[in-house]
Nanobody, 120 residues
């Protein structure tokens, strides 16, 4: 059984930072593309960032344009955890953030998410 548990959300002022964590059980994150998604009120859930093993066996990362240069996705293979460092936060980053596998057999599993609110 796959379990994804997101944590680290909260209320932060514009320009602030948060680090989200995702504890993953049931799959080895080293074998799959892992991703962060977000869903703002009244909007569809959308992709934020992905991380996978690149051709040179280094981490390969991709970001949606709106977070490039501000967010960093990372992973700890030994701990089987995925992270999202969010800097220079804006009110439009307010959303519930989810992590999930974006490849392989476990793509249908979602955690409960963690709420991020950016407001003064």
């Amino acid at each position: 059984q796959v379990q994804l548990v997101e944590s680290g959300g909260g209320l932060v002022q514009p320009g602030g930072s948060l680090r989200l964590s995702c504890t993953v059980r049931g799959i080895m994150i080293s074998l799959y593309t892992m991703a962060w998604y977000r869903q703002a009120p009244g909007r569809q859930r959308g992709l934020v960032a992905t991380i996978t093993t690149g051709d040179s066996r280094d981490d390969s990362r991709n970001y949606v344009d709106s977070v490039k240069g501000r967010f960093i996705i990372s992973r700890d293979i030994a701990k089987n955890m995925v992270y999202l460092q969010m800097n220079s936060l804006k009110p439009e980053d307010t959303a519930v953030y989810y992590c999930k596998s974006d490849s392989g057999w476990a793509t249908r599993y979602w955690g409960e998410g963690t709420q991020v609110t950016v407001s003064s």
